[in-house]
């Protein structure tokens, strides 16, 4: 399968835990996006990278959250301290730019906080 | 800001109804607009798109045309499936910048 991969599917922690996801963008593709969605909502955004560079982050992104791609594939999502209110759909998103606007989705992580 | 109203559901129809869903976007210059579509347990997929008015996009029987004048891009399908039964998304991504801005999306049911 080349689509998106995202893991963990879910993920159950309690408040003040750490939390890490992970995000495989389709090979070749140099935009990763990440999205968090709640329930009745569409997809907000909370950052991209063009390649390994983290080129924008949304003011919904807090000093609490964190994300990485280290060499331009993979990437990750670190949660500090969770708090109930992060209980989302993570989801992430990839596009190659020379293919025009379409991005691509994962299935997303689904994290409650207790 | 850019953004995306989208028409608040759910819709439930009858099959082979006409569907429309409405979607209406804030942006400056021409942003390209979209419909992506997320089934029960799946993400979200590209549906449909249109990058400059007056385009029409389609796909799967549905269709949506980028209206620079009314600032619209409503969702149509003629004659609507049970395997149609989604969560539709209108989003939108500035002519500038890389985000893409997504509506509330509109729960639709469709029963036989």
């Known amino acids: 399968d080349t689509g998106v991969s995202q893991n963990p599917r879910h993920k159950i922690t309690k408040r003040g835990q750490n939390v890490t996801f992970r995000c495989d963008p389709i090979?070749?593709?140099?935009?990763l996006y990440w999205y968090r969605q709640t329930l009745g909502q569409g997809p907000e955004f909370l950052t991209y990278f063009q390649n390994e560079a983290q080129l924008e982050k949304s003011r919904l992104l807090s000093d609490r959250f964190s994300a990485e791609r280290p060499k331009g594939s993979f990437s990750t999502l670190e949660i500090q301290r969770t708090e109930q209110g992060d209980s989302a759909m993570y989801l992430c998103a990839s596009r190659r730019t020379e293919l025009g606007n379409e991005q691509f989705f994962g299935p997303g992580t689904r994290l409650t906080v207790l | 800001g850019d953004s995306v109203t989208q028409m608040e559901g759910p819709v439930t129809l009858s099959e082979e109804a006409f569907l429309t869903i409405n979607c209406t976007y804030t942006a400056t210059g021409y942003p390209s607009l979209f419909w992506y579509v997320q089934y029960p347990g799946e993400g979200l997929q590209l549906l449909l798109k249109a990058t400059k008015a007056d385009d029409k996009g389609s796909n799967k029987g549905f269709e949506a045309t980028y209206r620079k004048e009314t600032t619209s891009f409503h969702l149509e399908k003629g004659s609507v499936q049970v395997s149609d039964s989604a969560v539709y998304f209108c989003?939108?991504?500035?002519?500038?910048?890389?985000?893409?801005?997504f509506g509330t999306g509109t729960s639709l049911t469709v029963i036989p």
């Open positions: 090979s070749e593709h140099n935009r």
């Open positions: 989003a939108l991504k500035a002519l500038a910048g890389n985000q893409f801005y």
